[in-house]
């Protein structure tokens, strides 16, 4: 069971990584930064503590 879980928590981190990277492009490429940017830190925040708490627990 706990492989399952590593399995589902290593592809939702991919994921992330990937729609993060997407959305800081985005954010860059249209240059309205401040409001988005503290937003996607903030998103990024949470789901890294969750997924620490998901690989500790």
């Known amino acids: 069971m706990q492989e399952v879980l590593i399995f589902i928590i290593a592809v939702f981190g991919v994921s992330l990584l990937t729609s993060i990277c997407l959305i800081i492009y985005g954010i860059v ?3 309205k930064l401040s409001g988005k940017i ?3 830190v903030g998103i ?3 789901s890294l503590c969750l997924f620490l708490y998901s690989v500790m627990g």
Do not use: G, H
């Open 29 to 31: 490429k249209v240059q």
């Open 38 to 40: 503290s937003l996607t």
């Open 44 to 46: 990024v925040l949470l």
